[in-house]
Protein backbone atom coordinates (compact mmCIF):
# COMPACT_ATOMS: atom_id res chain seq x y z
CA UNK A 1 0.00 0.00 0.00
CA UNK A 2 1.27 3.05 -1.18
CA UNK A 3 2.06 5.91 1.50
CA UNK A 4 2.33 9.80 1.77
CA UNK A 5 5.13 10.87 3.62
CA UNK A 6 3.57 14.23 5.45
CA UNK A 7 4.68 17.04 3.98
CA UNK A 8 6.22 18.95 7.34
CA UNK A 9 7.94 15.75 7.55
CA UNK A 10 9.35 15.78 4.53
CA UNK A 11 10.27 19.30 4.42
CA UNK A 12 12.02 18.58 7.90
CA UNK A 13 14.20 16.03 6.71
CA UNK A 14 15.21 17.61 3.25
CA UNK A 15 16.51 20.69 5.16
CA UNK A 16 18.21 17.79 7.95
CA UNK A 17 19.69 16.88 4.35
CA UNK A 18 20.41 20.53 3.35
CA UNK A 19 21.83 21.81 6.32
CA UNK A 20 24.12 18.91 7.62
CA UNK A 21 25.70 17.36 4.66
CA UNK A 22 28.12 20.84 4.38
CA UNK A 23 28.91 20.81 7.75
CA UNK A 24 29.57 16.68 7.47
CA UNK A 25 31.62 17.12 4.21
CA UNK A 26 33.35 19.68 5.84
CA UNK A 27 34.63 17.89 9.30
CA UNK A 28 35.91 15.05 6.53
CA UNK A 29 37.57 17.47 4.50
CA UNK A 30 39.30 18.69 7.78
CA UNK A 31 39.83 15.28 8.83
CA UNK A 32 43.81 13.64 8.15
CA UNK A 33 43.89 11.66 5.11
CA UNK A 34 45.34 7.80 5.24
CA UNK A 35 48.40 7.61 3.73
CA UNK A 36 48.96 6.45 -0.09
CA UNK A 37 49.54 2.46 0.33
CA UNK A 38 50.79 2.37 3.38
CA UNK A 39 49.87 -0.33 5.65
CA UNK A 40 51.42 -1.94 8.67
CA UNK A 41 54.34 -4.29 8.46
CA UNK A 42 55.69 -5.11 11.94
CA UNK A 43 53.11 -4.21 14.12
CA UNK A 44 49.31 -5.39 14.29
CA UNK A 45 46.67 -2.55 14.77
CA UNK A 46 46.04 -3.28 18.09
CA UNK A 47 49.12 -3.08 19.41
CA UNK A 48 49.31 0.68 17.52
CA UNK A 49 45.34 1.17 18.48
CA UNK A 50 45.78 5.02 19.79
CA UNK A 51 43.31 4.45 22.67
CA UNK A 52 45.54 1.99 24.49
CA UNK A 53 48.62 4.28 24.05
CA UNK A 54 47.95 7.86 24.30
CA UNK A 55 46.11 9.77 26.63
CA UNK A 56 43.54 12.23 24.76
CA UNK A 57 44.75 15.88 23.63
CA UNK A 58 44.00 18.93 25.99
CA UNK A 59 40.12 19.80 24.78
CA UNK A 60 39.57 23.56 22.69
CA UNK A 61 39.40 26.04 25.50
CA UNK A 62 40.23 24.32 28.13
CA UNK A 63 43.05 26.07 30.89
CA UNK A 64 45.41 23.53 29.64
CA UNK A 65 44.36 24.25 25.79
CA UNK A 66 45.02 28.12 26.53
CA UNK A 67 48.61 27.13 28.01
CA UNK A 68 49.47 24.93 25.66
CA UNK A 69 49.01 27.47 22.67
CA UNK A 70 50.59 30.15 24.85
CA UNK A 71 53.49 28.63 24.71
CA UNK A 72 53.58 27.78 21.25
CA UNK A 73 52.76 31.54 20.76
CA UNK A 74 55.79 32.37 22.95
CA UNK A 75 58.40 30.03 20.92
CA UNK A 76 56.97 31.29 17.59
CA UNK A 77 56.95 34.78 18.28
CA UNK A 78 60.51 34.79 20.34
CA UNK A 79 62.49 32.61 17.96
CA UNK A 80 65.46 33.65 16.36
CA UNK A 81 66.48 33.75 12.93
CA UNK A 82 68.85 30.95 13.08
CA UNK A 83 66.02 28.54 14.85
CA UNK A 84 63.23 29.29 12.84
CA UNK A 85 66.00 28.21 9.68
CA UNK A 86 66.67 25.09 11.23
CA UNK A 87 62.79 24.70 11.91
CA UNK A 88 62.21 25.17 8.40
CA UNK A 89 64.56 22.53 6.82
CA UNK A 90 63.56 20.25 9.85
CA UNK A 91 60.24 20.74 8.12
CA UNK A 92 61.00 19.74 4.72
CA UNK A 93 63.02 16.99 5.16
CA UNK A 94 60.48 14.33 7.04
CA UNK A 95 63.22 11.30 6.23
CA UNK A 96 66.32 9.69 8.23
CA UNK A 97 68.14 12.29 6.73
CA UNK A 98 67.33 14.20 9.73
CA UNK A 99 70.31 12.48 11.64
CA UNK A 100 72.71 13.21 8.92
CA UNK A 101 74.63 15.87 11.05
CA UNK A 102 74.90 13.34 13.68
CA UNK A 103 75.87 10.01 11.71
CA UNK A 104 78.37 11.77 9.74
CA UNK A 105 79.11 10.69 5.58
CA UNK A 106 79.82 7.07 6.05
CA UNK A 107 76.21 6.32 7.10
CA UNK A 108 74.77 5.86 3.87
CA UNK A 109 72.15 3.32 3.54
CA UNK A 110 72.77 3.15 0.16
CA UNK A 111 75.90 0.47 0.79
CA UNK A 112 74.32 -0.58 4.06
CA UNK A 113 71.23 -2.64 2.75
CA UNK A 114 70.58 -4.49 6.12
CA UNK A 115 70.14 -1.06 7.90
CA UNK A 116 68.06 0.50 5.79
CA UNK A 117 65.57 -2.34 5.62
CA UNK A 118 65.48 -1.67 9.03
CA UNK A 119 65.18 2.05 8.98
CA UNK A 120 62.37 1.76 5.82
CA UNK A 121 60.41 -0.65 8.52
CA UNK A 122 60.26 1.91 11.24
CA UNK A 123 59.58 4.81 9.16
CA UNK A 124 56.66 2.93 7.26
CA UNK A 125 55.11 1.61 10.64
CA UNK A 126 55.82 5.07 12.84
CA UNK A 127 54.05 6.72 9.86
CA UNK A 128 50.78 4.61 9.24
CA UNK A 129 50.54 4.36 13.62
CA UNK A 130 50.71 8.58 13.67
CA UNK A 131 48.26 8.35 11.32
CA UNK A 132 45.93 6.36 12.90
CA UNK A 133 46.12 8.42 15.93
CA UNK A 134 45.87 11.66 14.62
CA UNK A 135 42.29 10.70 12.59
CA UNK A 136 41.36 8.77 16.42
CA UNK A 137 41.54 11.99 18.02
CA UNK A 138 40.99 15.21 15.57
CA UNK A 139 43.15 17.41 17.41
CA UNK A 140 42.86 21.09 16.05
CA UNK A 141 46.42 22.60 14.67
CA UNK A 142 47.96 25.70 17.11
CA UNK A 143 46.95 28.06 13.73
CA UNK A 144 44.04 26.83 13.69
CA UNK A 145 42.88 28.81 16.71
CA UNK A 146 45.62 31.45 16.80
CA UNK A 147 45.66 32.82 12.62
CA UNK A 148 47.96 34.89 13.55
CA UNK A 149 50.44 31.63 13.64
CA UNK A 150 51.57 30.73 10.23
CA UNK A 151 53.63 27.63 10.03
CA UNK A 152 56.40 26.63 8.08
CA UNK A 153 54.67 24.14 6.16
CA UNK A 154 51.44 26.42 5.43
CA UNK A 155 49.29 25.56 2.61
CA UNK A 156 45.73 27.52 2.48
CA UNK A 157 43.53 24.21 2.42
CA UNK A 158 45.93 22.51 5.17
CA UNK A 159 43.82 19.79 7.13
CA UNK A 160 43.31 21.67 10.57
CA UNK A 161 42.25 18.38 12.12
CA UNK A 162 46.19 16.74 12.58
CA UNK A 163 47.99 18.08 15.52
CA UNK A 164 47.97 14.78 18.11
CA UNK A 165 50.61 13.68 17.41
CA UNK A 166 53.14 14.94 15.24
CA UNK A 167 53.88 13.19 12.26
CA UNK A 168 57.50 14.66 12.06
CA UNK A 169 58.33 14.25 15.97
CA UNK A 170 56.93 10.37 15.83
CA UNK A 171 59.24 9.77 12.94
CA UNK A 172 62.07 11.44 15.03
CA UNK A 173 61.95 9.47 18.18
CA UNK A 174 61.23 6.61 16.38
CA UNK A 175 63.93 6.17 14.69
CA UNK A 176 66.08 7.35 17.12
CA UNK A 177 65.68 4.69 19.05
CA UNK A 178 66.22 2.65 17.42
CA UNK A 179 69.40 4.28 16.08
CA UNK A 180 70.81 5.00 19.04
CA UNK A 181 69.81 1.14 20.71
CA UNK A 182 72.02 0.03 17.01
CA UNK A 183 74.82 3.02 17.49
CA UNK A 184 75.16 3.56 21.12
CA UNK A 185 78.47 5.56 21.07
CA UNK A 186 76.32 7.91 19.26
CA UNK A 187 73.15 7.56 21.91
CA UNK A 188 73.15 11.04 23.36
CA UNK A 189 73.84 12.86 20.01
CA UNK A 190 70.59 10.81 18.28
CA UNK A 191 68.67 11.21 20.92
CA UNK A 192 68.98 15.26 21.28
CA UNK A 193 69.06 15.76 17.47
CA UNK A 194 65.78 13.49 17.72
CA UNK A 195 64.09 16.06 20.70
CA UNK A 196 65.54 19.13 18.36
CA UNK A 197 63.79 18.20 15.65
CA UNK A 198 60.21 17.34 17.15
CA UNK A 199 60.93 20.40 19.21
CA UNK A 200 61.18 22.42 15.54
CA UNK A 201 57.51 21.78 15.20
CA UNK A 202 56.61 24.30 18.25
CA UNK A 203 59.24 26.63 16.88
CA UNK A 204 57.43 26.29 13.55
CA UNK A 205 53.69 27.11 15.09
CA UNK A 206 52.74 23.86 13.37
CA UNK A 207 52.43 21.27 16.85
CA UNK A 208 51.94 21.91 20.71
CA UNK A 209 54.41 21.20 23.59
CA UNK A 210 51.20 18.38 24.43
CA UNK A 211 51.76 16.91 20.82
CA UNK A 212 55.22 16.71 20.40
CA UNK A 213 55.33 14.99 24.35
CA UNK A 214 53.14 12.74 22.76
CA UNK A 215 54.89 11.72 19.62
CA UNK A 216 57.54 11.42 22.21
CA UNK A 217 55.53 8.74 24.10
CA UNK A 218 54.32 7.11 20.88
CA UNK A 219 57.63 6.57 18.99
CA UNK A 220 59.18 5.21 21.81
CA UNK A 221 56.49 2.53 22.53
CA UNK A 222 56.55 1.78 19.18
CA UNK A 223 60.34 1.13 18.65
CA UNK A 224 60.14 -1.01 21.96
CA UNK A 225 57.47 -2.90 20.34
CA UNK A 226 59.12 -3.63 16.96
CA UNK A 227 62.24 -5.21 19.17
CA UNK A 228 59.83 -7.34 20.74
CA UNK A 229 58.97 -9.00 17.49
CA UNK A 230 61.29 -11.56 16.44
CA UNK A 231 61.38 -10.77 12.85
CA UNK A 232 62.36 -7.56 13.24
CA UNK A 233 64.46 -8.18 16.38
CA UNK A 234 66.21 -11.09 13.78
CA UNK A 235 66.80 -7.75 11.37
CA UNK A 236 68.02 -5.60 13.84
CA UNK A 237 70.30 -7.91 14.77
CA UNK A 238 71.65 -8.20 10.76
CA UNK A 239 71.82 -4.02 10.80
CA UNK A 240 74.03 -3.88 13.95
CA UNK A 241 76.58 -6.59 12.70
CA UNK A 242 76.27 -5.17 8.74
CA UNK A 243 77.20 -1.27 10.80
CA UNK A 244 80.28 -3.17 12.92
CA UNK A 245 81.52 -4.61 9.65
CA UNK A 246 81.04 -0.98 8.48
CA UNK A 247 83.39 0.07 11.47
CA UNK A 248 80.46 2.26 12.02
CA UNK A 249 80.06 0.80 15.69
CA UNK A 250 81.63 -1.36 18.17
CA UNK A 251 79.84 -1.52 21.02
CA UNK A 252 77.65 -4.56 22.10
CA UNK A 253 74.07 -3.55 22.09
CA UNK A 254 71.60 -3.58 25.06
CA UNK A 255 69.18 -5.46 23.41
CA UNK A 256 70.22 -9.18 22.24
Not at 104 to 122: C, H, Q, R, S
Not at 216 to 226: F, N, Q, R, S
Amino acid sequence: MNRTIPLPLAISALLAVVFLTPMLMARAADAPKPGRHKVLQILTPEEVDPSRLLPPPYKDGSDLQKADLAEVERVYHNRSPERRAQAEWDDKHESIALFDTVLGPKFDLAKLPATAKVMAEVDNDQSVTANIAKRYFLRNRPWAIDPTLVACDYKPNAAPLTSYPSGHATLSYSTGFILAALMPEKAQAILARAHEYAYSRVVCGAHYPSDIEASHVLGTELAMLMLEAPAFHTQFLAARDELRSAGLTGQAMASQ
